[in-house]
């Protein structure tokens, strides 16, 4: 019987990594066709009917092309971050909250917090092994965005788990059955909106792959397989991110077909910030990491520690 939840754990974990992987070939094709339209010009979408058929192409193209490393490189370092990347966000995909009990995260706000931490290091030292400037310069930007970012991103956290009084992901379903956290905590939602674009280095946060100052940023010298890795990792931080924001704030029931669509219009916000926001200035992004952002989440962490201390005098009182 043991082993039968093994194999079957695993089978379940298999399936999830595949979905997720389409899910990323698709979303590539959804931000082609909303930048397109967006800028009013064509975009290479147009492979067999409707397009369908382009990520795959995209696929073969990548890693069908000839590997080149840079000679100065730390090879091994430079050659396993991007495998790295991409298999610390679908070791974080785990955290789905079954109800069927597939993982027992109970401890999944924790975890989720280490998993988002360790992943500023792949693209740290992508850029540092490269043994370019533009690389270098490109994660050391990354690194300080991000763990700016996961500042404000932890005290959110820590709010809701005042709230519900839980480390576990899954009680957030349970939480929202009669009403959304979307409707009493919208201020928190559109900060997370944001930290979100921060952690997953998208614009106008897209400091880590400034094109115009930095050439491409920390993935300047990789190409073929590697470029394809990091890439992937990329939009499935976006998928998990825009999976994380229906879950804490848009009910978090996995088993409602409307808790996907949420899902795919909140990655659509991801594509459409790309297509109308111009990029920050440097200075700009961490004044309003520790000057905006780090106040607004402490006095709400504030808010619901004195909210549930209420509740228990009032309990006590009674």
């Known amino acids: 019987m043991m082993y039968n939840e ?3 754990t695993f089978l379940g974990s298999l399936l999830l990594m595949v979905s997720v992987m389409i899910g990323v070939a698709f979303l590539t094709l959804l931000e082609r066709k909303v930048l397109g339209y967006v800028q009013i010009r064509k975009g290479p ?11 795959f ?42 109800i069927t009990n597939f993982y ?11 998993c988002t931490s360790i992943s500023v290091y792949t693209i740290m030292i992508a850029g540092w092994s490269s043994n370019s400037k533009y690389s270098l310069l490109g994660g050391l930007r990354s690194v300080a965005q991000t763990i700016s970012y996961e500042v404000s991103m932890a005290i959110i956290l820590m709010s809701f788990i005042f709230l519900i009084e839980s ?8 939480f929202q059955k009669w009403i959304y956290f979307i409707f009493f905590t919208f201020p928190l939602s559109v900060l997370w909106m ?32 590697s470029f394809a890795l990091i890439f ?27 808790f ?14 790309r297509g109308t926001l111009p990029r920050l200035r440097y200075d700009k992004l961490m004044s309003m990491a520790w000057k905006s952002f780090l106040p607004v989440s402490l006095n709400y962490l504030m808010f619901f520690m004195g909210l549930k201390l209420m509740y228990f005098i009032i309990l006590i009182y009674k």
């Open 6 to 8: 093994v194999y079957l």
């Open 45 to 55: 979408n147009k492979v067999s009917m409707l397009g369908i058929l382009q990520p």
């Open 57 to 98: 192409c995209d696929v073969v193209k990548l890693f069908s092309k000839e590997q080149i490393f840079p000679l100065v490189s730390n090879y091994f370092v430079y050659y396993l971050s991007p495998i790295f990347s991409l298999f610390m966000i679908l070791l974080m995909w785990m955290l789905m909250p079954y």
């Open 104 to 114: 027992s995260f109970n401890l999944g706000v924790l975890f989720f917090l280490s």
């Open 167 to 174: 480390y576990s992901f899954i009680e957030f379903f349970f």
């Open 194 to 225: 944001i930290i979100s674009l921060a952690e997953t280095n998208r614009t106008p946060f897209d400091f880590a792959e400034g094109e115009s100052e930095l050439v491409s940023g920390f993935n300047v010298e990789y190409s073929s397989g």
């Open 232 to 258: 992937l990792a990329e939009y499935a931080s976006i998928l998990f991110m825009s999976m994380m924001f229906c879950m804490i704030f848009m009910g978090g029931n996995l088993y409602s077909l409307m």
């Open 260 to 273: 996907y669509i949420n899902m795919v219009f909140i990655s659509f916000l991801f594509i459409l910030i």
